[in-house]
T-cell receptor
Framework: DGGITQSPKYLFRKEGQNVTLSCEQN?????MYWYRQDPGQGLRLIYY???????QKGDIAEGYSVSREKKESFPLTVTSAQKNPTAFYLC?????????????FGPGTRLTVL | RKEVEQDPGPFNVPEGATVAFNCTYS??????FFWYRQDCRKEPKLLMS???SGNEDGRFTAQLNRASQYISLLIRDSKLSDSATYLC???????????FGTGTSLTVIP
């Protein structure tokens, strides 16, 4: 089946630890995105990538890092520098870069910092 | 000022009712507009794109008013399964970023 997968579905982390969230897509989409969603708030953009080996910061990139070594994969690392990492993390992709194509979302990862 | 603003609701309506949501956006140069649906603790899913001429998909009608910078979603003959949060999404000027509203919560009551 074509789609976007994220793993794990639930993740628990101790304070001070880095953790990496996986996002994979087999849709052959050029662009990929990471958002976080907090209760009562809209999705906020962390990072996005329009092409392999290139990515840009979104509105709330501090404390996060990404890589885009393969077209299919866009992992997000939540570092210990992120002050309030507990949130619902959503990965998305869209077919073309630099235009307004529809975004499709993965099922998300719920990160809880203990 | 937020890029996109929505009334959070909640909207509680009986089955069969017609309900409308509005969403305003701040950047007059925004290019594309969408409505997404998000069920509790799930990912957003595309409901429909919003075109300048307005568009309809079954019981759902979306409209865009560029002069007043708002988009709307009308749901006719509400079903229990329509209960969800509806997110308004607007693209950036360059088209490579999307801005999400906080969502409007709808509960359809039997």
């Amino acid at each position: 089946d074509g789609g976007i997968t994220q793993s794990p579905k639930y993740l628990f982390r101790k304070e001070g630890q880095n953790v990496t969230l996986s996002c994979e897509q087999n849709l052959n989409h050029d662009a990929m995105y990471w958002y976080r969603q907090d209760p009562g708030q809209g999705l906020r953009l962390i990072y996005y990538s329009q092409i392999v080996n290139d990515f840009q910061k979104g509105d709330i990139a501090e404390g996060y890092s990404v890589s885009r070594e393969k077209k299919e994969s866009f992992p997000l690392t939540v570092t210990s520098a992120q002050k309030n990492p507990t949130a619902f993390y959503l990965c998305a992709s869209s077919k073309d870069r630099g235009n307004t194509d529809t975004q499709y979302f993965g099922p998300g990862t719920r990160l809880t910092v203990l | 000022r937020k890029e996109v603003e929505q009334d959070p609701g909640p909207f509680n309506v009986p089955e069969g009712a017609t309900v409308a949501f509005n969403c305003t956006y701040s950047n007059s140069a925004s290019q594309s507009f969408f409505w997404y649906r998000q069920d509790c603790r799930k990912e957003p899913k595309l409901l429909m794109s919003v075109y300048s001429s307005g568009n309809e998909d079954g019981r759902f009608t979306a409209q865009l008013n560029r002069a007043s910078q708002y988009i709307s979603l009308l749901i006719r003959d509400s079903k229990l399964s329509d209960s969800a949060t509806y997110l308004c999404v607007v693209s950036s000027l360059t088209g490579n970023q999307f801005y999400f509203g906080t969502g409007t919560s709808l509960t359809v009551i039997p």
